[in-house]
């Protein structure tokens, strides 16, 4: 069904990729300790990023490394160690009655969906991969200006969407967290 | 990925297989070896300005003492903490050390040489990503202190990891910012597009060509990332025994100590590659020998940076932590943003740069002016913005549980 072979490098790393992507998922939720956690995400990501060079998209797999694995699970762990979650015991009352079966069969019926839908139809874009018999759509530096020229003219509403939808994340974070002091003051 | 290197471009025989083994092992040595020496010239420099000695009693001028203490760090005895995080804990040294040596990957040392008939370029590898590779592994390196002082299950540990992850994100903005504005002027990520861009002559050196004030954010937002002095609030003896790696002993501490004096040395060729144009220089024409001549200038102008991290430890006294904070996020980041635009305006046209220039005069300005009614506000009970809507917990509620938390 697939017309394109791949060569043994392609499938060990496409292989490497998937084994560090999974396990790290699998991780996240298996693992108790939080840190731990933390640090399966990182695995995953780097899984991830992997996927991207495989796909020659060079610049989204460094940007996923800067941004994700160097900035936002380094804020989880900052949080983790702040309030010092870590290493207190877990719920031992079972919190949910009866939805982990239900749970199960909805991953089943999204995951069984969703290989159908690969494997049927060339769903999304029609093609079964970005880089296309090994010719990647935009080689070196270019996939940099590419994106560049993508983000800033076709897609520049939903970006400058995105970026105010941040500042409003922040500006609400700010006001809900931030405690009257005058009443602390009071009480004491 | 792979048709960027020169040296690929007769497909991959086993002369170029060798040819980039050799490269690499060759890299590493010496990489390996400059740290040795990067260690006894910190200690010999700090001597010299304390007005003090230094090592001196292995080899000739002490130059054998690193190898010395090496060798005893191995043979002490490996002591793990009760409360330790074992996993974490054996993993974080390495988490330290790992990036250095990449990031060292990517820094051209010299020009192409040609040898047997392959083109090779005096640089591990030169990726497309090129310098978002030096920001990703700083990102990653991060995680070796702060898993550190996490994982040694004990107090001050735990404090310095906590200052160092705050640190080294608020300074990565700063950081990223200056990249950019180089990459910018030179149209490309790749680190020897970088070199090649500053070839000709002083006055294409992204130092002076940038102005130089990104070469001033870069430097002191790297000295942050490397907690070195005056930023190393994160292993600040007189507040927390040790820092991050209090807890460390024999072979994972040296880990630690080799990672910090890699990453100054890998930060220093950085800096020469960013901002004086690598091993550009003036090669004089000597049959055979030319070759050597731009390494000759990539080694002096990295150990005049190695010289002057040392310069700042000896002369510098140690930031306070909300000092740190300041200069990052007030500062530093505003100016970096600022510059930016300058720059951009400047590489459109002459006249849209003065227009920036002139925007971010008035940004700063105003700035200023924030800064000025931020720091004259009155402390205390009076100070606090009145309420603006319902909070999610009524206040009554909120103290009856903080009072309940104190109770206990």
Same mark, same amino acid.
């Given at each position: 069904m697939i017309g394109v072979s791949y060569s043994i490098g392609a499938v060990l790393v496409f292989v490497t990729a998937a084994l560090l992507i999974l396990v790290g998922a699998v991780g996240v939720l298996a693992v108790r300790n939080p840190v731990h956690a933390a640090m399966s995400l990182i695995m995953t990501l780097f899984g991830v990023a992997v996927a991207f060079v495989a796909q020659s998209a060079d610049f989204l797999a460094a940007v996923q490394v800067i941004v994700y694995a160097g900035a936002i699970v380094v804020l989880f762990l900052f949080v983790i160690m702040f309030l010092g979650v870590d290493r207190r015991e877990g #719920?031992? #009352?079972?919190?949910?009655v009866g939805q982990r079966a239900l749970a199960g069969l909805g991953v089943g019926l999204t995951v069984a969906g969703l290989i159908v839908l690969l494997a049927r139809s060339h769903w999304?874009? @029609?093609?079964?991969?970005?880089?296309?018999n090994g010719a990647p759509l935009a080689t070196g530096s270019g996939n940099v200006a590419q994106l560049g020229t993508a983000v800033f003219t076709t897609y520049l509403y939903a970006f400058e969407a995105t970026a105010a939808l941040l500042v409003i994340a922040v500006v609400g974070a700010i006001v809900l967290a931030r405690r009257e002091r005058a009443l602390d003051e009071e009480a004491a | 990925m792979i048709g960027v290197d020169p040296v690929y471009s007769h497909g991959l025989g086993l002369a170029v297989w060798l040819i980039i083994l050799i490269r690499l092992v060759v890299a590493f040595a010496v990489l390996l070896n400059a740290v040795i020496l990067m260690i006894w010239f910190e200690r010999k420099a700090i001597s010299d300005m304390q007005s003090r000695i230094g090592p001196q009693r292995w080899g000739p001028f002490g130059l054998l003492q690193t190898i010395a203490d090496g060798i005893k760090l191995i043979f002490k005895e490996d002591l793990m903490p009760a409360e330790a995080d074992r996993l974490v804990f054996r993993l974080a040294p390495f988490l330290a050390l790992i990036p250095g040596f990449i990031t060292f990957a990517? #820094?051209?040392?010299g020009g192409t040489l040609t040898i047997a008939g392959h083109p090779v370029r005096l640089q591990v590898a030169d990726p497309p990503m090129g310098i978002l590779l030096m920001l990703a592994m700083s990102g990653i390196s991060v995680y070796g202190v702060m898993l550190a002082g996490w994982a040694s299950g004990s107090k001050y540990p735990l404090i310095s990891s906590v200052r160092a992850s705050a640190q080294m994100i608020s300074y990565e903005a700063a950081l990223g910012l200056s990249i950019v504005m180089i990459v910018l002027v030179t149209g490309s990520l790749s680190t020897h597009d970088i070199v090649a861009s500053q070839a000709? @002559?002083?006055?294409?050196w992204n130092v002076i060509r940038l102005g130089v004030v990104p070469f001033v954010i870069f430097l002191i937002a790297i000295t942050a990332e490397l907690n070195r002095?005056?930023?190393d609030v994160v292993e600040a003896e007189s507040e927390l025994v040790g820092g991050f790696h209090t807890e460390y002993s024999s072979f994972r501490f040296a880990i630690f100590y080799l990672a910090e004096f890699m990453n100054t040395i890998t930060m220093s060729a950085i800096i020469v590659t960013l901002f004086f144009g690598g091993p550009a220089g003036w090669v004089p024409n000597v049959a055979h020998l030319r070759w050597v001549f731009p390494i000759l200038w990539f080694l002096a102008k990295t150990t005049a940076f190695a010289f002057a991290y040392i310069w700042f430890r000896a002369a510098l006294p140690r930031f306070r932590y909300d000092q740190v904070m300041d200069l990052g996020w007030k500062r530093l980041i505003p100016l970096s943003l600022g510059w930016l635009l300058v720059v951009a305006g400047f590489l459109i046209s002459v006249s849209w740069g003065f227009g920036m220039a002139a925007l971010a005069l008035f940004a700063w300005t105003l700035l200023t002016r924030a800064f000025e009614l931020g720091s004259g506000r009155e402390r205390g009970a009076e100070a606090v913005l009145p309420v603006i809507g319902p909070r999610p917990l009524a206040p009554e509620a909120l103290r009856e549980l903080t009072d309940e938390d104190e109770e206990a």
């Open positions: #719920v031992r #009352v079972e919190p949910l999304v874009s @029609g093609a079964m991969s970005v880089s296309t | 990517i #820094v051209p040392v000709h @002559g002083i006055w294409n002095p005056p930023f």
